[in-house]
């Protein structure tokens, strides 16, 4: 039982630590240019230096709503983490981890309502690139997706022993 509940903290630390990166690095589009590689994110625009994203007025708003919620993501993934464990150490023995699954199902919602409009609205819409890929974060933030979701059942299921 030891080692699953360090299992999942494990994996919960390293989640909300792949968040903060995929939120923070401005790699989620990579394209090549006259200027070299160049790479897009949720906030800049960077090839030699980086500047602020330039996004139409349609777009603007998926952008801020993308932005959003990966930001609270990452809230609601360190408030399930320290939810967990206090509740390590309140819980009554027997009891389900309810709180923090469904805070860490929440971040769920929220990484998944983030990404998916990032995906529907930016995906293959960057012109001025030649051959554009996803980068790592975007990978990355589907990463996070899986394991915020297994963890957030895992801590439902979970027992206190």
Not at 23 to 50: D, E, H, P, R
Not at 116 to 139: L, M, Q, W
Request: glycine share 6%; net charge positive; hydrophobic share 55%.
């Amino acid at each position: 039982m030891l080692v699953l509940l360090a299992g999942i903290v494990v994996v919960h630390i390293a989640t909300v630590i792949m968040l903060f990166v995929s939120t923070i690095a401005n790699v989620w589009m990579v394209g090549s240019s006259s200027f070299g590689t160049v790479s897009s994110g949720l906030w800049l625009l960077c090839n030699k230096t980086c500047q602020q994203l330039p996004v139409n007025s349609r777009d603007e708003a998926s952008l801020k709503a993308v932005q959003a919620f990966m930001v609270l993501s990452i809230i609601f993934s360190v408030i399930a983490l320290v939810m967990f464990i206090v509740q390590l150490f309140t819980l009554e023995k027997g009891k389900r981890f309810y709180i923090t699954g469904a805070i860490m199902l929440v971040c769920w919602m929220c990484i998944l309502i983030g990404v998916s409009i990032y995906t529907a609205r930016f995906t293959g819409k960057v012109t001025e690139y030649t051959s554009p890929h996803h980068g790592y974060c975007f990978i990355l933030a589907w990463i996070c997706f899986c394991f915020s979701f297994i963890i957030g059942i895992l801590y439902l299921v979970l027992r206190k022993k």
